[in-house]
Each structure stands twice: as C-alpha cells, then as structure tokens.
C-alpha cells in the first residue's frame, strides 16, 4: 500500500549545477503534479502532467525548469544550473484519473538545498 | 485568480484548549476546499475536505464547514492534543476535475502540556 514515493529526500547543490528530483505516484494514478514551498510560505503550484503530457505548467519558471512525467518510470522535475533561489522544498502530489473533487496525495517532498 | 487567506500564526495553546483557525477564500466557480497537516519534517496529509456549499468536512475531531456566503472554511476542534501539533494549511481546488490546488500560507499550531 505504497503511497507517493519521492527521491531523494534531501539534496545539496552547489550553485551551476543540476538537480534532479524524482516522484513515483501511488499504483494506478495517471497525474502528477508538482509544488513547491519556499521557506515560511504555503505550497506553489508548479506543475501539473499526465502520463507522457503536460497539461498545465503556468507556475513553472521559464527558464531552467522542466518537467517529464514518461510512459514508464517516474515523473522527474529538473532543475538546471541551480541558484540560491531554488532551494526549496518540492512536493509531488499525484491522483487517479476522473478526480472530480481534486484530492490530492502528497509525497514527503525532497527538501533541496543549493550552497 | 483564486486565492486562499489563512489569519496569521503562530498558535500556542494549552492541551484541552478549544481551537480556531480562520480561511477565507476567493475563487470563480464552485471549488472544493481542503485542510492539509503538515507534521515536522514530513509531506501534507489530507485532514478534511468539502465540496460543495453547507457541507461539513470532519475527521480526528477536527471540522470545517463550507461557508459560500462569507467565503469562509474555518477549521475547529473542540479539545486539542500535543499530537496536534503541527502545520495547518488551507487550500482550493479550481472547478473541474483533476485542478491543481491553491494554498495558504499555513499556520503553526503548538500545542502545550
């Protein structure tokens, strides 16, 4: 009975580096989405994919972020060349398909950290 | 754009104290509204929900109910626990299935001997 399962939870960057964040959802949901939550605030949303599709990525950064949620595997949100900004923490929520009142399951989150 | 307001934190109360934690929302449509606990160092659990207006969400002793006419989901419990210490946050779901979720800014309950 595996819920959200998200790797590594935590991470050290040096800033210019990449980092690379993994979210398995529970068996049997189709979408994920990603949140990010900056210290003292509430949760942002990021991003949101079906399997192999974005479908909404209005609170993803331009530049330096991406998102891929693939027919097989995890979904993994990427961040390239670091900065102090990014340190955060992010949460990977997933839930099944036809989700008519929008519950979502949270992940533990990986808490990143960028020197 | 949808927004969600939790009144400002930190709470310290003694254990048995009767709890408040005020939300009020602003959304188009008709959203469905969420409490989520955060304990230290780990992920949002689902505490309660409602999705539609005069509906009461209710578990652990905590409840809120879906206020559409002041826009209003305040999260009571009528004797708090040490357990109950924690990170409250009150979020909004857009309308239509599989939306993303809008949150507040939390609030830190600590709860004393």
């Known amino acids: 009975n595996a819920g959200v399962m998200q790797n590594p939870r935590h991470l050290v960057r040096r800033r210019g580096q990449e980092a690379r964040l993994r979210c398995s959802p529970v068996k049997g949901h189709s979408h994920v989405y990603w949140y990010r939550q900056l210290p003292e605030e509430g949760l942002k949303f990021m991003v949101y994919?079906?399997?192999?599709?974005?479908?909404?990525e209005s609170g993803m950064p331009k530049e330096r972020f991406s998102a891929e949620f693939p027919k097989e595997g995890p979904s993994i949100l990427r961040i390239q060349q670091v900065v102090r900004g990014d340190s955060a923490a992010y949460f990977c929520?997933?839930?099944?398909?036809?989700?008519?009142?929008?519950?979502?399951?949270f992940g533990p989150g990986t808490r990143l950290t960028v020197l | 754009g949808n927004s969600v307001t939790q009144m400002e934190g930190p709470v310290t109360l003694s254990e048995e104290a009767f709890l408040t934690i005020n939300c009020t929302y602003t959304a188009t449509g008709y959203p469905s509204l969420f409490w989520y606990v955060q304990y230290p160092g780990e992920g949002l659990q689902l505490l309660l929900k409602a999705t539609k207006a005069d509906d009461k969400g209710s578990n652990k002793g905590f409840e809120a109910t879906y206020r559409k006419e002041t826009t209003s989901f305040h999260l009571e419990k009528g004797s708090v626990q040490v357990s109950d210490s924690a990170v409250y946050f009150c979020?909004?779901?857009?309308?239509?299935?599989?939306?993303?979720?809008?949150f507040g800014k939390g609030i830190t309950l600590s709860v004393r001997p």
């Open positions: 994919l079906q399997k192999e599709n974005i479908i909404d």
């Open positions: 929520a997933s839930s099944p398909g036809g989700n008519q009142y929008n519950e979502q399951f």
């Open positions: 979020a909004l779901s857009d309308s239509g299935a599989n939306s993303k979720l809008t």
